[in-house]
């Protein structure tokens, strides 16, 4: 599998209070590795796929760092070293409050991440793989939306799977949903969020008790892309296909602590789970194992120490 996306690093501050405005709120800091391309990733390759490959851009500043930790991941790194740009900066807000279930709010500068260009890629990169997944992210920036409509226009000339990952409500937002949807045309899967997929449904908005108008938003978007899978966080996830719901997949218990990355940890192990040979709900229900998994760890990637491959689920190696 190739990843082509954003690496990026994560300044995760949990604060157990509210943020106290003009003065100080203890928090517990720290500084890993992250973005959403990298993330899913290295979840794939801790949920069990064999060969994943990953194209993205980081400043000099800090490329051996990502090098490395990609590496110890299982990730073969491709990183574009950018001399103009540093890398990458997310900063995470994550609320550790009682009752607040972790939800964390970002300030993001893009850095070198989104500077990744068609100059950047190669038809190569497509040699030996079996799927691609794109981090929507690209799809925010010019540089690095051409590369996206370049890899994937490669991919779909040698019938390669792609995903997509609309990856920002906001950015969203700011670019356009008919934009977006021109860009991403010809995808196989798309996996947005609940407010990604409402957004790009032409439909938001607080849904109703039953996620009626979630699930109709979900059978909308599948009735452009071939599969689409709604993540809910802690309400699992939907499944749609031509045009309707067919699956609702429940959330695994957790006890979350940073909800950074679930939504990629989910990615990943889906697409883990379909380059193993598993039916679409299998790997939905793999990708509500990873979002668990990811809202017990401080950040958004998987410990390497940690295994959580699929294997540890009674599901073969893909």
Request: hydrophobic share 45%.
């Amino acid at each position: 599998m190739l990843v082509v996306g954003d690496v990026v690093t994560d300044i995760v501050a949990r604060h157990g209070a509210p943020l106290a405005p003009g003065t100080d709120t203890a928090a517990a800091i720290r500084a890993v590795p992250g973005g959403a391309g990298a993330n899913v990733a290295c979840w794939a390759a801790s949920w069990g796929c064999r060969d994943v490959r990953f194209l993205g851009r980081v400043g000099a500043d800090s490329v051996r760092w990502h090098e490395e930790a990609l590496t110890r991941a299982g990730v073969r790194p491709r990183l574009v070293v950018d001399h103009e740009a540093p890398t990458g900066t997310v900063i995470c807000l994550v609320d550790g409050g009682a009752g607040a279930g972790a939800e964390r709010t970002f300030l993001t500068d893009s850095g070198a991440s989104l500077r990744l260009s068609a100059a950047d890629w190669s038809p190569a990169l497509l040699d030996g793989v079996g799927w691609l997944h794109l981090s929507g992210y690209l799809f925010f920036a010019e540089p690095s939306r051409a590369v996206a409509e370049t890899a994937l226009g490669a991919a779909r000339a040698r019938g390669v799977p792609v995903s997509v990952d609309p990856a920002s409500a906001g950015f969203l937002a700011e670019l356009g949903v008919e934009r977006f949807l021109a860009a991403v045309d010809g995808v196989d899967v798309l996996l947005p969020s609940e407010g990604e997929a409402r957004a790009l449904a032409g439909a938001p908005g607080v849904e109703d008790a039953g996620g009626v108008l979630l699930a109709e938003a979900a059978a909308k978007l599948s009735r452009r892309f071939p599969v689409v899978v709604v993540k809910r966080g802690a309400a699992g996830a939907l499944l749609a296909r031509d045009g309707e719901v067919r699956a609702e997949i429940p959330a695994q218990p957790a006890t979350a602590r940073d909800s950074t990355g679930a939504g990629d940890a989910f990615t990943g192990a889906f697409l883990a789970a379909r380059l193993g040979g598993g039916g679409l709900r299998e790997a939905s229900a793999e990708g509500c194992r990873a979002g668990a998994r990811a809202v017990e760890l401080v950040g958004g990637r998987p410990l390497p120490a940690q295994g959580w491959g699929r294997d540890d689920h009674g599901l073969s190696r893909g």
